[in-house]
């Protein structure tokens, strides 16, 4: 038998790939048979991997006749198409789910060729349709919380398919390997609870997993918005943003997300399609601590340092549900031993954020600023003070559960009627205090208009033993 040695070259065109064989004898003798051609044996085919093309057999001789092989003479190999991305739209139509108290937002996926026009507001798959088949576009507002209040405030946009070039937007933008997501930062944002709940925290689990290699599209775009969460956008994509609402251009990917996926407020469970990487609120709350430079990770524990008094930050409002004797309370913190500071979150999160992480406890009524729980170290406590109106539910939901998610101590205080500032708008046998459900039964306007306006002063004596226990959990 007659070895020669045989050099493969690949080349591709217009999606075409093409296999070349050359033979770089100079001479090989006229004897030479077809034979040398030939497969090699079964036991040797199968110690190789298959190669799935057809050689053409335009310069193979007749079997058994002989011939001579010129230098570097090729042998070309039948052109095969390159495989291109499967067309696919898929949108999670599941508006609710176990445990979930609300409808959930639709997100859609795409893949395939994607063209994202923000002229139009629209994302068009290229894709040929079946016949009988709809191609009336679909519309999504990329927000990540549903709600009738928000139709006004969230742009909406077209999910469409394309059968062919001359119905679809024009790419003048072409990404590679990179995966767009395309969310709105209206609705409910400017409040600290929303932009954790409905942006940044469903924003992580639709993202995180890209490594950075990802294109944001923001739409309702507010350019204070981006810069106060600068840290957080700038680690989850290494990319500039685009502005969904002003960019002109057509830009074209492999795989496109419109919409966030989201679980519960402040709260990432398991789930095999939501959640398939098993992200959880610590993975989150690190992922927050890193970007923003957040060193402590760990409270203290009483009696490890020496001198060292624990930290208490009680949040002070401006608005509604202020704590009228403020003063007082922080004394009495502070005569039990705790290194208080009093503070209202402000417009510079990255400021307040390292406040936060140096305190091992975290005070406030139930509202936007205990979101702030967010940047304390794992392990710190938390205490909520519950305003009056029967407000479990939403203490244990919007607050309670996040905590515990993130591994902190929840302490919650039950704000009795005495120290509620209702006793001084309405009478005591109105139904605020009779029946308080009756007011949750009345819809949210009614809840924020009554319950939700209230001041507290708190009975230091009722309140002390709920300080002395975030003491105690301290020395755990």
């Not at 600023?369 to 940047?375: K, P, R």
Request: hydrophobic share 40%; net charge positive.
């Amino acid at each position: 038998m007659i070895r020669m040695p045989i050099k493969l070259r690949v080349e591709s065109e217009g999606g075409v790939v093409v296999f070349f064989f050359t033979i770089s004898e100079s001479s090989v003798g006229d004897d030479l048979k077809s034979e040398v051609f030939k497969n090699e044996t079964d036991s040797e085919n199968k110690s190789r991997p298959e190669i799935h093309a057809a050689i053409s057999t335009e310069y193979d001789p007749p079997p058994g006749n002989e011939y001579s092989i010129r230098k570097s003479r090729q042998f070309a190999v039948a052109e095969i198409e390159a495989p291109k991305p499967k067309s696919v739209i898929s949108c999670d139509d599941k508006s609710k789910d176990e445990g979930f108290p609300y409808a959930r937002p639709i997100v859609c996926h795409m893949s395939g060729d994607v063209r994202v026009d923000p002229a139009s507001s629209s994302v068009t798959l290229m894709a040929p349709l079946q016949r009988g088949e709809a191609a009336a576009p679909r519309r999504i507002r990329p927000y990540a919380r549903k709600d009738d209040f928000l139709l006004p405030l969230v742009r909406e946009v077209a999910v469409r398919a394309a059968a062919s070039e001359g119905v679809a937007p024009r790419c003048n933008v072409t990404h590679h390997g990179v995966p767009a997501v395309i969310f709105s930062i209206g609705g409910y944002t400017g409040n600290f609870f929303h932009d954790m709940a409905d942006v940044l925290v469903p924003l992580y689990l639709t993202s995180f997993h890209f490594k950075g290699k990802v294109q944001f599209f923001v739409a309702n775009y507010k350019q204070w918005w981006i810069q106060k969460y600068k840290p957080v956008l700038r680690r989850l994509s290494h990319r500039d943003i685009v502005d969904f609402d002003s960019d002109s251009d057509v830009h074209c990917y492999d795989h496109v997300i419109l919409g966030l996926v989201r679980d519960r407020d402040l709260i990432l469970g398991h789930h095999p399609t939501r959640n398939p990487k098993g992200y959880s609120m610590v993975d989150f709350t690190r992922f927050l601590r890193h970007s923003y430079g957040l060193r402590r990770e760990r409270p203290l524990v009483l009696g490890e340092t020496s001198g060292k008094k624990p930290r208490m930050m009680i949040i002070s409002r401006r608005g509604t549900r202020k704590v009228l004797n403020l003063r007082r309370v922080a004394g009495m913190a502070r005569e039990l031993g705790f290194d208080v500071v009093v503070s209202e979150a402000g417009g510079n999160v990255k400021r307040f954020a390292a406040t936060v992480n140096s305190c091992d406890v975290l005070v406030g009524v139930h509202g936007a600023g205990l979101t702030n729980q967010v940047f304390l170290p794992t392990g710190a406590v938390v205490v909520q003070i519950v305003p009056w109106g029967k407000m479990e539910w939403m203490a244990a939901n919007f607050y309670g559960r996040p905590a515990a998610g993130m591994k902190l101590r929840h302490v919650e205080y039950h704000v009795a009627a005495e120290e509620s500032s209702l006793t001084r708008r309405y009478p005591r046998e109105h139904v605020v205090f009779r029946d308080p459900m009756a007011i949750h039964g009345q819809g949210w306007q009614a809840l924020a208009d009554i319950v939700m306006t209230q001041d507290v002063k708190l009975n230091l004596r009722r309140f002390r033993p709920t300080l002395l226990h975030a003491l105690d959990l301290l020395q755990e």
